[in-house]
């Protein structure tokens, strides 16, 4: 397997360096600039929150393209780089277990990384300058190899990145396994040993469909918080459940009560430098990375709350601000919430309006949108029917019902064949998300032998007809981020949800498929 | 209780049956309708009585009809004209029809309505829930229908019956679409439940058999067999108050611990079956000592007979059937079961590698008042073991020995000595002589008697069982080829009520043999097999005399033909099963044989004269046929459409393709049997 990718990469390298031969003088002569004006102006690092300055900033330097070549950063040619942190990135990806060690190693990988990538982007922002100049095809190729290259990068980065994370251990074990998922929905790698590369073809995907790095780089911090969030999301459920039966008694721990406003604000961590606000922690932290060196220690990235675990504190638990309500301290019978994801839970559950309601059934209303997410995944599947006209998702809650109430009986759909008929409607229902997911896979699929490496070379050779398209103000539309951004969902909690972490992603595909190649691609 | 009183009765009554037409004076007009209708009641032993009795006049012909409350028609098609003949019909049995669909269901609700009670329907696939809709909302007094074979009834159909509010007695055999949803409905619905069978219903498991255990708390009888169910629905079912007969055949999710919820429940438990279930132990019958009135346990094909095992149901005080056929078993597992403080009615023990001369002694010298034994292929006991048995269960009534190879012939000399009570014996395949046949012949109340592969005997040994066993009703002396016309001639002189006798493969049996036979009027089941010497002019004297006939079977004999089938058309007008393969019968005589309508059966392979338009007009003509084996080569030969047309009608077509065997001598077919036995 190991053995096979690498001959992918060597194989996708030299095709690379074959074509930046040709093109070499304009390839090489920019990134010393880039190089120097990067470290200079720190908005760079703010790409992720105010795009439009930075990329004024970052077409400045594209004016002019000294002569140095492009290595004199890297030290290798982009292509000899990548070989060897292909084979970096497979080995990092390995590392089951999580160890402080490696988790530095992959940060000093991340951080050239980023490097690597903020070089290309000046390379773009470059290119666009000169192709108002000169409209021709040699621009176009190498936009191609520009646009290959960048799309390696971040796929490495989102790969290692992925890796990063100490929570990944507990819910998924390893990257490889989410990659595994990934896989299973692509339907043409099912087997674990491809986990890498199906995780590479992945990232392929949102590189192609969003090849402007700012985003992506935005993307990738992203896509860990995602999978915190999902892990915070699901302990918490799980502590709200259980505490019904917590009996700690009372001074034994510490009452916190939050306002109101405080519940229901949006955002609960803000950025000290620049204000901007966050829902979590760990979302604040990879931002804060942004405003210097300082903050991309490990002591800075690590989560707060375990420094302070060798003194013993009391136990904090929460009190709801609602008079009258159990969970309020006043309460004759009160039992605290645990944490304050549950008390904002709670809150919105209880004390809310239900403004979500489902699409599909229009009659469930929800006041936290996770609940309702998780109604729509099941919502309309309810086929167990009861003779009083209740519905069950699961056939053991009917026979209960059934078995407690005198009179009522299991209803069988009127007629057993249409019931049929139902089920692969259902089915047809929900091959919608399937298939948005399968094309995403569909073209890395056509070469499944090849690997990622060769497949994102395909990709972009596709796409190279409408360069404009590809780099089109368009793509820096804010509906881009906000598709990522208001996407509540985490991506690697089941296959169902995975589809839904593509769906936002092919929307912003169609959104801006003013370029035919996105279309033409999904075709 | 009416047996006695009908023998008593029926010769008058035939006398005046003869009477009547000569003496012409209408007396008969002084017998009110209730009077008749006591007098028809005992004419249920023969059907063609029945028959007779209303075709003398018109008001008897109406006194029959209001009479009548049983049917088992043969076509579906003539329903409506039967139906409003017979007005007062409780129960109608619709196992003998072809193809019942729902418009005959819907027919048969619409003309019965309340009146019908119980309904057979256990042998068509063709209607669904729309018929049993109909059925169950039209006759409110349906006490019983039976389902099983169904395979295509769904769980629509299930809820269709629920409507059935009265409904106490319901099989669901083989009703494998219905599922848990169906089952939950009928328990929803039908509250009076009483006895359920839910064999082969392999869609249903714990949730339908619990809710059934929860909502019909009449169950009195409850089948389970092969059905998934685990331990989670054990504990409602030992629950019902009234389940007096529990059947968990092959169910291979249950094991010690579900039974452990046995000892919470249960009192009034009488049968339990829980043969092949192979995970329980003598651990978990051991919680069975709870139930008090536990009477009958099958354990057969289930985990080894040891000490353990014996000793876990010593205390079960009120059983005395036990069924352990193809349990393995120790000596030390047959002593405590000698060691018992009841006193067995009933044990079988076939096919248990472990019995041996001294386990079956010290079991039977406490088990003195054993009525029914089986010990089929014990193939280790002796002569001890006979001894032993005849000794200490003189009371025996039926003993089953099939294959006790080691027994020799003089042990089977003993056995007519001492169990002068037996009334059927299986001695198929064992060393019995002519001593031990006349000894047997002693047991005067024989009615079933298998001789089957005994080639040791001879004509001398059946003359002494026709002689003495007047009351025989079945024989069977499969290839016993040491028997000739002289012995048959003399069961057929001695047993007048024989209805069953089997004597395929004596290969000197002539017509002779069947023209006394002829004489045997009850008749009904004739296998003469492998017999090359019997001719058409034997089988039309069998067709002449036995009006009863249902089942015959002259494969390989080669020297019946046409002529032969057209007194049998003619004559054997109950015939349902036939076997004509190697016979000389042509078209002519299948076409003649098309004329009886009951016909359902027909195996019909290697008949040389039978061309495929023959074929086709034969199978056009007989329309009530259920099930035809053929040689594959018709196939092609015969037009798909036709094939598609008897198949609609109900009709089930089994291709053969088998070559033509010589056949074998038959000391050579037993050793070759012999060498087939491991």
């Keep these: ?523 | 209780m009416a047996t006695t009183t009908e023998l008593k009765l029926s010769p008058p009554l035939q006398s005046i049956k003869t009477q009547k037409p000569i003496s012409n004076t209408n007396f008969f007009h002084f017998l009110s309708d209730e009077l008749i209708f006591i007098i028809l009641d005992f004419l249920d032993s023969n059907p063609t009585d029945r028959k007779s009795f209303s075709l003398v006049c018109k008001s008897f012909y109406s006194i029959e009809s209001k009479h009548r409350r049983t049917l088992t028609p043969l076509r579906s098609d003539h329903l409506p004209s039967i139906l409003t003949r017979y007005t007062s019909l409780t129960r109608l049995d619709l196992t003998l029809c072809p193809r019942v669909t729902d418009s005959s269901l819907i027919t048969i609700s619409n003309a019965c309505k309340s009146n019908l009670q119980s309904i057979d329907l256990s042998r068509s696939k063709y209607f669904s829930g729309a018929g049993l809709q109909s059925l169950a909302v039209n006759c409110k007094n349906m006490v019983e229908i039976d389902l099983s074979n169904a395979t295509e009834l769904k769980d629509s159909a299930a809820a269709a019956l629920a409507e059935a509010k009265n409904l106490e007695r319901l099989w669901l055999g083989r009703c494998k679409q219905i599922t848990d949803m169906g089952v939950g409905c009928i328990a929803v619905g039908c509250r009076k439940l009483k006895l359920i069978s839910l064999k082969w219903c392999l869609g249903v498991d714990d949730l339908g058999v619990e809710l059934l255990a929860l909502k019909c708390k009449d169950l009195r009888s409850l089948d389970l067999s092969y059905l998934p169910i685990t331990d989670k629905c054990l504990p409602s079912i030992f629950e019902l108050p009234y389940l007096e007969d529990l059947v968990l055949e092959g169910c291979f999710g249950i094991d010690d611990d579900s039974l452990a919820a046995f000892k919470h429940g249960c009192k009034s438990l009488k049968k339990l079956d829980i043969s092949s279930c192979q995970n329980i132990s003598h651990n978990g019958l051991a919680s069975l000592t709870s139930g008090r009135v536990l009477e009958q346990l099958v354990l057969s094909h289930g985990s080894p007979v040891t000490l353990a095992l014996a000793d876990s149901l010593k205390r079960l005080t009120m059983l005395h059937s036990i069924k352990l056929d193809g349990c393995s078993i120790t000596y030390a597992g047959l002593q405590a079961i000698g060691s018992w403080c009841v006193s067995l009615r009933d044990l079988s023990l076939s096919k248990c590698p472990g019995v041996t001369d001294d386990g079956l002694s010290s079991l039977l010298t406490k088990h003195k008042d054993l009525r029914k034994l089986d010990i089929t292929c014990c193939r280790k006991i002796t002569y001890a073991s006979i001894d032993h048995i005849t000794v200490s269960c003189t009371a025996l009534t039926s003993l089953r020995m099939e294959s006790c190879t080691l027994v020799p012939r003089e042990a089977f000399v003993l056995i007519g000595q001492r169990c002068g009570l037996l009334e059927e014996i299986d001695i198929t395949d064992n060393e019995i002589d002519d001593e031990g046949l006349k000894s047997i012949s002693r047991c005067s109340e024989l009615t079933s008697l298998k001789l089957g592969i005994c080639l040791n005997i001879t004509d001398e040994g059946v003359s002494q069982v026709g002689m003495g066993c007047s009351k025989l009703v079945e024989l069977d002396l499969y290839r016993c080829t040491g028997i000739t016309d002289s012995g048959i001639s003399a069961v057929a002189r001695g047993c007048p009520g024989l209805e069953m006798i089997n004597i395929a493969y004596c290969k000197d049996i002539t017509d002779s043999s069947l023209i006394s036979l002829s004489k045997c009027s009850s008749l009904n089941t004739v296998e003469s097999r492998g017999c090359p010497l019997i001719t058409s002019l034997g089988l039309a004297a069998i067709a002449v005399g036995c009006k009863q006939l249902v089942k015959l079977d002259i494969k390989k004999c080669i020297n019946i033909d046409d002529a032969g089938m057209i007194p049998l058309a003619h004559f054997s007008q109950n015939l349902r099963q036939i076997n004509l393969s190697y016979t000389s019968v042509t078209d002519v005589g299948l076409l003649s044989l098309a004329s009886i309508s009951c016909l359902q059966s027909l195996t019909i392979l290697h008949l040389m004269g039978l061309t495929a338009s023959g074929l086709a007009a034969a199978l056009l003509a007989c329309g009530g046929l259920t099930k035809v084996k053929l040689q594959a080569t018709f196939k092609s030969l015969v037009p798909q459409a036709l094939f598609e047309h008897f198949e609609a009608r109900g009709c089930l077509f089994q291709w053969r393709d088998k070559f033509f065997r010589a056949e074998l001598d038959p000391q050579c077919w037993k050793l070759q049997l012999e060498d087939a036995i491991p």
């Design chain 1, 1 to 523: 397997m190991d053995h096979k990718d690498k001959v992918c990469a060597d194989t996708w390298a030299k095709d690379l360096r074959n074509k930046t031969c040709s093109d070499r003088p304009k390839f090489a002569n920019f990134s010393a600039h880039q190089h120097q004006n990067k470290w200079e102006d720190p908005s760079i690092f703010d790409y992720g929150i105010r795009i439009e300055p930075s990329f004024q900033k970052l077409s400045q330097p594209s004016e002019d393209q000294t002569s140095l070549p492009h290595n004199s950063n890297n030290e290798k040619t982009t292509a000899d780089g990548e070989d060897v942190q292909m084979n970096e990135i497979f080995h990092a990806s390995k590392i089951q277990d999580w160890d402080p060690s490696t988790m530095l190693t992959n940060l000093s990988f991340l951080e050239q990384k980023i490097h690597q990538l903020q070089d290309l982007v000046h390379l773009i922002v470059g290119r666009r300058g000169q192709v108002l100049g000169r409209p021709d095809e040699l621009v176009a190729q190498q936009q191609q190899l520009i646009t290959a290259d960048l799309t390696s990068i971040i796929a490495q980065l989102i790969s290692t990145a992925g890796s990063l994370l100490p929570s990944v251990k507990h819910t998924l074990s390893s990257t490889s396994a989410s990659a595994g998922q990934f896989g299973q929905l692509g339907g043409s790698f099912v087997s674990s040993g491809a986990g890498t590369e199906a995780s590479v073809k992945l990232q392929m995907n949102c590189g192609n469909k969003l090849p402007e790095q700012p985003n992506q780089t935005d993307l990738i911090s992203n896509y860990g918080t995602e999978l915190n969030y999902h892990i915070e999301e699901h302990e918490s459920k799980d502590e709200e459940d259980a505490d019904e039966g917590e009996n700690l008694p009372p001074g034994t721990y510490e009452i916190l009560q939050l306002e109101k406003e405080e519940i229901l604000a949006p955002h609960t961590h803000f950025c000290a430098i620049c204000g901007k606000g966050f829902k979590r922690d760990a979302n604040l932290r990879m931002h804060m990375r942004g405003h210097g060196d300082e903050y991309k220690t490990p002591a800075a990235l690590a989560k707060p709350n375990k420094d302070s675990s060798s003194e013993p504190t009391l136990i904090k638990r929460y009190s709801c601000p609602y008079a009258g309500c159990k969970r309020n301290k006043d309460h004759k019978k009160f039992q605290p919430l645990k944490t304050i994801l549950c008390v904002k839970n709670h809150y919105k559950r209880t004390h809310c309006d239900k403004s979500y309601t489902c699409s599909r059934c229009n009659t469930k209303k929800f006041s936290v949108i996770a609940d309702l997410k998780t109604h729509e995944k099941h919502c309309g599947k309810d086929k167990w029917l009861c003779s009083c006209g209740t519905t069950f998702s699961r056939k053991d809650k009917l026979f209960g019902h059934i078995a407690l109430f005198q009179g009522h009986t299991p209803a069988i759909p009127l007629d057993e064949t249409k019931s049929a008929v139902g089920a692969s409607e259902h089915g047809e229902g929900s091959e919608a998300p399937n298939r948005v997911g399968s094309i995403n896979f569909n073209f890395g699929s056509t070469l499944p032998s090849a690997g990622g490496l060769v497949q994102n070379i395909m990709d972009v050779k596709e796409s190279v007809d409408h360069p404009t398209s590809y780099f089109s103000p368009l793509n820096f539309d804010t509906c881009n981020f906000d598709g990522f951004h208001e996407f509540p969902r985490p991506p690697f909690e089941d296959s169902e949800s995975s589809f839904s972490f593509l769906m936002p992603g092919s929307c912003n595909y169609t959104h801006k498929t003013g370029g035919e190649s996105n279309s033409k691609q999904v075709e």
